[in-house]
Structure formats: structure tokens, C-alpha cells
């Protein structure tokens, strides 16, 4: 298997995900590095169990910032899943990603 990006050498995640915008409630901090075989593909999952059809894929921002060779990327995304099975159709999840991305270039 090919790298996607062959001049990245690695990634490295920072990663919170919290149910409230304040970030102050069940907030889950987790760091992850991906490389140097990582895919294309930069998903995460959605902090609330329940949620149908949601997650984080920030795989356009990452590889934007790779294109740009920028050294790191950061920003905050709403999960525009459903809250949970009863509420597909009705109520999305709203959960939130905060995420900062550290890339290493050969
Ligand atoms: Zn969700």
C-alpha cells in the first residue's frame, strides 16, 4: 500500500469532541499520529454513541493543508448526524470536533 501523500511523513492529531459548544461537558480529548502508511481518509468518530449517520471527516481540510504544505491545521466541526434512531429525519446530533493537525513533511 502507497501512502496518499508521500511527502508527509507523519500526522499528528489533537482531538476533543464534546457533546456542548462550551466544551466544558463530557469532553474527550484523544491524540492519535497516523503515518507514514496512513490513508487518504481522516474520519472520526462522533462523540455521542447514539448518533446515526454522523462522525468527523476532515480528510478535505487535511489535504488542503498538505497541498499548501502548511505545518499544522486546525479548526471545529458540527456532526451532521442524526441524534439517534427515533430522531432520524428530525433532530441532528450537533456534536462538536475540535481538532488541530500537526504534519510532517519529508
Ligand atoms: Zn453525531
Known amino acids: 500500500m502507497h501512502a496518499a501523500f508521500p ?13 456542548d459548544e462550551s466544551f466544558s461537558d463530557g469532553v474527550v480529548n484523544s491524540q492519535y499520529v497516523r503515518g507514514p502508511q496512513f490513508s487518504a481518509d481522516f474520519s ?3 462523540c455521542n454513541k447514539e448518533c446515526v449517520e454522523g462522525g468527523h471527516d476532515i480528510t478535505d481540510e487535511v489535504a488542503d493543508a ?3 504544505k502548511r505545518p499544522t491545521v486546525s479548526g471545529e466541526r458540527v456532526c451532521e448526524g442524526w441524534q439517534n434512531e ?7 446530533c450537533h456534536c462538536l470536533l475540535r481538532y488541530t493537525a500537526r504534519i510532517a513533511y519529508n
Open 7 to 19: 511527502e508527509v511523513r507523519e500526522i499528528f492529531f489533537d482531538i476533543a469532541l464534546a457533546a
Open 44 to 46: 472520526f468518530d462522533c
Open 66 to 68: 498538505i497541498r499548501h
Open 86 to 92: 427515533e430522531r432520524v429525519g428530525s433532530t441532528r
